[in-house]
Structures are given as structure tokens and as C-alpha cells.
């Protein structure tokens, strides 16, 4: 059930997000290597990945309240 929850957590991301994600949780990359990948500032890469991580978060703790 966990799983699916973090699933449903995932699909509130926007596109940016989702990728930021992917590619700094489940594929391991940091956050320069991303930055490189996305063509964006390492800066803004660790901003929007605590967002969306607040974001999932967020949604995760109304799930469960």
C-alpha cells in the first residue's frame, strides 16, 4: 500500500519535478550531474528537488491524516 501511495505522491509532480526526482532519488545522480543533464544551475536543481520532495510530502501526510 506504501508503494502505491508514493506513486500517487509522484503523479503530483509537475514534468520538471518528476524528472528531477528520477534522476536524484531512483537513478542516484547528484545534484551537478543533474543540473548537466537538465542544462540548468546546480542551484536550482537542489531548490526544485526540495520542493518536490515537500510537495510529495505534503500530500503523503494528508493521505495518511
Known amino acids: 500500500a506504501l508503494n502505491l501511495d508514493v506513486r500517487r505522491a509522484f503523479s503530483v509532480l509537475n514534468a520538471t519535478e518528476k524528472m528531477i526526482i528520477s534522476l536524484m532519488v531512483f537513478a542516484g545522480y547528484n545534484?551537478?550531474?543533474?543540473?548537466?543533464?537538465?542544462?540548468?544551475?546546480?542551484?536550482?536543481?537542489?531548490?526544485?528537488?526540495?520542493?518536490?520532495?515537500?510537495?510529495?510530502?505534503?500530500?503523503?501526510?494528508?493521505?495518511?491524516?
Not at 542544462?39 to 510530502?57: P, Q, V
Open 31 to 65: 545534484s551537478r550531474e543533474t543540473a548537466k543533464i537538465l542544462k540548468s544551475k546546480e542551484g536550482t536543481i537542489r531548490s526544485a528537488k526540495s520542493r518536490a520532495l515537500n510537495k510529495m510530502s505534503q500530500y503523503l501526510k494528508e493521505d495518511f491524516a
